[in-house]
């Protein structure tokens, strides 16, 4: 498995947000982005995960809720990857693929465009 500090792992998260184009970051709305070590025991390999109501499905009840939360998990991504290259490679993958669920875009045509 490739090692990596936890710190640096945030930090190609970080770098990945950034590559989000500008307009496309203003219409995110009420999203966080986490790091986690692990997914839930259930999904072992899983890289990342959206959890929220995407803007697709918002209507007029949606106010005074907690962010959606993106996921992005460490360790999964660490077995997954054989050279940091890799890991930026996935990383940024799995940030536009789960920022692409809270815009609505769903996993078959994420799969499509080549973001799966």
């Known amino acids: 498995m490739l090692k990596m500090t936890r710190e640096s792992f945030e930090e190609l998260v970080s770098e990945a947000l950034d590559q989000v184009p500008p307009e496309l970051a203003r219409l995110m709305d009420n999203v966080a982005v986490f790091v986690e070590d692990e997914p839930d025991p259930s999904d072992p390999e899983l890289l990342g995960l959206y959890e929220g ?64």
């Open 53 to 116: 109501t995407p803007l697709t499905e918002r209507g007029e009840w949606y106010a005074g809720v907690l962010p959606d939360r993106i996921l992005i998990y460490m360790g999964p991504t660490l077995r997954y990857c054989e050279t940091e290259r890799d890991v930026v490679h996935e990383v940024t993958v799995t940030v536009v693929h789960e920022i692409a669920h809270h815009f609505g875009i769903e996993e078959e045509r994420l799969h499509e465009l080549g973001w799966g």
